[in-house]
DNA sequence: CTTCTAGTGGGGACGAGTGGGGAACAAAGA
DNA sequence: TCTTTGTTCCCCACTCGTCCCCACTAGAAG
């Protein structure tokens, strides 16, 4: 299980170093992709192969549903972890996750997440101020 | 089961006493994630894991769900009890818990909040206030 | 008064994170 | 065909943070 926050940087060459206690769990092979609300997602293999063959099956018709398979096959990228812990995020994935030098990657159960540092600041303070009313809403449920 | 209310200090390592008759039920590992009024939860790991597959659960089309769980998910981390008896609480998360040097650490039936000592006070004073509203609208289920 | 333990503080070793140099390989141009 | 340029990958080196261990103090208990 992923779950953590990790502030980390990116150099020059685009490579972001993986958080030890996750490296084990990606060694076998990760994919990032373009994920929601200006991230990256980073599966393990398997999961990704799964989640693939999710997207895969969704109904064509719905407009919304097929852009969003799009955008998150046409967008992933197998990548290896170097002996450094480190893998080499694409430019194109870069660019849209408005990646600069400061990042967080944080661990969200079966995924990690990668986010430019001040998008993710401003979302979690935003969520923050919100957060006493959704924890209502799932009151039942959490 | 936890209960009561303990006056500690973090070191300026970030380090944080566990009071003496929760470590047992600690000892087989704990987590730490935001929690709500900007105070800290600290989970046995069992619990912990019943409540991050809930979250993992949540659809992930609904934008206000998914920030809920991602800040929960993302600001979890896992730590483990040294040989006196403390944990060590990740920047981030003392940051968000507005956590300098006296906290209060206080027990809730199934896990551990954290609180600065001074947002704990106000806090407390306020629910006081209203505790006989409160217990009103309560009235049904207590 | 003595002893033990909970809470606190700090020093030192190791490893994670980061940056950069250089080899290998591919593409482009002469 | 040979050379040059540029990109990618591999490896090494440095530094800062984290973890582990030990020491001290105050208060409780016998």
Do not use: C
Request: glycine share 8%; net charge negative; hydrophobic share 45%.
């Amino acid at each position: 299980m992923f779950i953590g926050e990790f502030h980390h940087t990116l150099d020059d060459k685009g490579r972001l170093a993986i958080p030890v206690k996750f490296r084990i769990d990606l060694a076998a092979g990760a994919v990032v992709t373009r994920g929601l609300d200006r991230s990256l997602f980073l599966y393990p293999k398997e999961e990704w192969e799964v989640l693939a063959s999710k997207l895969a099956a969704l109904p064509l018709g719905q407009a919304d549903t097929r852009a969003f398979a799009r955008l998150m096959l046409a967008g992933a990228m197998e990548v290896e972890i170097d002996k450094s812990g480190r893998v080499t995020v694409p430019e194109y994935l870069r660019h849209y996750a408005g990646l600069t030098k400061d990042v967080v990657v944080t661990g969200l159960f079966d995924r990690l997440e990668v986010w430019d540092e001040t998008a993710w600041k401003e979302y979690a303070s935003k969520t923050e101020r919100d957060s006493n009313d959704i924890a209502e809403r799932l009151g039942n449920i959490v």
